[in-house]
C-alpha cells in the first residue's frame, strides 16, 4: 500500500506565535492537534508528502501541480519573514501525475505558475512538520492547487495521485490543507447561518469517513458559508479510494470567526466497496431527475431551447401546448445555468423583445448557453449537471434614493449615458445595495465614481 494515512488541517497564520504572539492560544485544541498530526506523519516515514492547498495557483479549469526542482516560502506577508521554508518537489511523481491526468482526460501539470513561493496553506502544515523533527533533506513533496471543475473531476485526480503512487512504488502522505467556513460568528466577513451548518456536516462527513455524503453537500449553503477547503478535501478523498480507512476527528474551533478542523485517517488495506466515485455518478443522475421532475413550464421550456439547440445547433420551434401566462404575455426575462454550484452562464432582456413571454426564454436560454462571453458554450456532456433559473421582469420604476432599493427583493438598473448595466435581485454574495450598484456599473463599464440613474425591478423567479 503506497498511501501511508491522510489529514484535513486548517492553515490560520494566527496558529504559529511569531504571528499570533499570544493570540494563538485562543486554538490551543487545533495547535495540539497539530502537533500530533505532525508527530505521526513523522513516525510513518513517508518518502513524499502530497499536500493540496486552497492558496497555491488555481484555475477555473486546471490543476496546477508544483513545477521545478524546489521552492522556499516565508511569512513575511504576516509580518513573519523570519518564518522561512524550504522543500524539494518529487520531480519524478510530478512529471508521472501530470502525463498520466491528461492521458485521462483531467487537466493537470506545471503550466501557468504566477507565483513560485510556496503559499501559506503550504507554509503552516510544513511548520509543524518541521517542528516535530521531519528531515526535509530525506522527504520530498508535491505542491498542488485546487481548481473551478466539478466534485467528480477532483475525484478521480485524486485517484490518479494514489494510483501515480502505487506505480512508482512510492510511500506516501496526503495533507488537505483548507479551512472550513468563513463567516462563522465573529468573523470580519460577516456571519450566515450556513456557516456553522456547513462546518457541522463538513466535520460529520470527515468524522465518519463518509465520503459521498461529503461530495454531495448543498452547493447553496457550501457557498453561503464561504468554505475554503472543501475541494482540497474532495481531491484527498479520492486518493483514499478504495481503501480501507479508519477517521478521526482531532480538534474543531471557530474562535475567530473560522471554522477550523483536523481529521486524520488510518489508511488499512484495500475496500472495493469504499468506490464512490461509481456512487457520486448515479447520486447525480438521481439528482438531475429529481431536479426536470420538479421544473415549472418556465424552466422546461428553458431546458428545451438550451438541450434542443446545444444537441442540433438549431432553435427549437414553440410546444403547442404552453400555458397563457407563456404566449399572451410580454415581458424580459433572464435564463441563468449553474453547474456544480458555480454560474455558467446568464443572459436575458430587460424590457421585451418577442412576441411573448415564451419567445423570450426560447431565445435567451440560447443565448445563455452560447452567447456568454464569460463562458464557453455548454456542451452535449454538461446537460444533465446544468441546473436552470428563469427570471421574469417587472416594469422597471425610476428611482432617485439608494434607500428605496432592497437586494432581496429588487434588481437594479444603472444608465450613464448609452451604458446601462443590470443586475438581477437576491443573487449569492451580493449582501448590500452598494454591492449591488458596484457589480451593475462593472458590467456596464460605468467607473466606480461616475453618477448613475437609477431604476428597480422586481422579478417572479422560477427556478
Not at 123 to 138: S, V, W
Not at 171 to 196: N, Q, R
Not at 293 to 298: G, P, T, W, Y
Request: aromatic share 8%.
Amino acid at each position: 500500500m503506497s498511501i501511508l494515512g491522510a489529514v484535513a488541517v486548517p492553515h490560520p497564520p494566527i496558529i504559529l506565535p511569531e504571528i499570533g504572539r499570544g493570540e494563538e492560544q485562543k486554538i490551543s485544541a487545533t495547535t495540539a492537534a497539530y502537533k500530533e498530526i505532525a508527530r505521526r506523519i513523522v513516525e510513518l516515514e513517508p518518502e513524499t508528502i502530497i499536500i493540496t492547498s486552497p492558496h497555491s495557483v488555481m484555475y477555473a479549469d486546471y490543476f496546477h501541480v508544483s513545477p521545478g526542482e524546489a521552492a522556499t516560502g516565508n511569512m513575511a506577508q504576516f509580518r513573519a519573514g523570519q518564518v522561512a521554508l524550504a522543500i524539494n518537489y518529487d520531480t519524478d511523481f510530478v512529471r508521472k501525475l501530470s502525463a498520466d491526468s491528461m492521458a485521462a482526460g483531467i487537466p493537470a501539470g506545471t503550466l501557468g505558475e504566477r507565483n513560485s513561493s510556496l503559499d501559506h496553506g503550504t507554509m503552516i502544515p510544513l511548520y509543524f512538520l518541521q517542528e516535530a523533527g521531519l528531515n526535509f533533506d530525506k522527504v520530498k513533496f508535491l505542491r498542488i492547487g485546487l481548481s473551478g471543475l466539478s466534485n467528480q473531476v477532483h475525484y478521480k485526480f485524486g485517484r490518479m495521485i494514489s494510483q501515480a503512487a502505487d506505480e512508482l512504488g512510492r510511500k506516501i502522505f496526503f495533507v488537505a490543507s483548507g479551512d472550513l467556513s468563513h463567516k462563522l460568528p465573529g468573523s470580519h466577513y460577516g456571519t450566515v447561518a450556513e456557516g456553522a451548518q456547513f462546518d457541522s456536516q463538513v466535520m460529520e462527513n470527515l468524522g465518519g469517513a463518509d465520503f459521498l455524503k461529503l461530495l454531495t453537500m448543498d452547493n447553496t449553503m457550501c457557498n453561503r458559508a464561504a468554505e475554503c477547503g472543501l475541494r482540497s478535501f474532495w481531491i484527498m478523498a479520492g486518493a483514499l479510494d478504495k481503501k480501507s480507512v479508519r477517521a478521526e476527528k482531532l480538534s474543531y474551533e471557530g474562535t475567530f470567526g473560522v471554522g477550523y478542523g483536523v481529521v486524520y485517517f488510518n489508511v488499512g488495506g484495500e475496500d472495493t466497496n469504499r468506490n464512490y466515485l461509481y456512487q457520486l455518478v448515479k447520486f447525480k443522475k438521481y439528482a438531475a431527475e429529481k431536479r426536470k421532475a420538479s421544473e415549472d413550464d418556465f424552466v422546461k421550456l428553458a431546458r428545451y431551447s438550451l438541450e434542443t439547440f446545444v444537441k442540433t445547433h438549431k432553435p427549437a420551434t414553440l410546444p403547442e401546448d404552453l400555458p397563457i401566462e407563456l404566449t399572451n404575455r410580454r415581458a424580459g426575462a433572464f435564463v441563468s445555468l449553474h453547474k456544480d454550484g458555480n454560474l455558467r452562464g446568464c443572459i436575458g432582456t430587460i424590457m421585451a423583445t418577442q412576441k411573448n413571454l415564451a419567445e423570450e426564454i426560447l431565445q435567451n436560454a440560447i443565448s445563455a448557453c452560447s452567447r456568454d462571453s464569460r463562458f464557453e458554450p455548454v456542451t452535449v456532456d454538461e446537460l444533465d449537471d446544468i441546473e436552470y433559473s428563469v427570471d421574469v421582469l417587472g416594469e422597471p420604476e425610476r428611482i432617485f434614493d439608494i434607500k428605496d432599493l432592497n437586494v432581496r427583493r429588487y434588481g437594479v438598473i444603472v444608465e450613464n449615458g448609452g451604458r446601462r448595466g443590470l443586475l438581477l435581485p437576491d443573487l449569492e454574495g451580493v449582501d448590500t445595495v452598494e454591492e449591488q450598484i458596484a457589480i451593475a456599473k462593472r458590467k456596464a463599464g460605468i467607473r466606480p465614481d461616475e453618477k448613475v440613474a437609477l431604476w428597480r425591478f422586481e422579478v417572479i423567479r422560477h427556478h
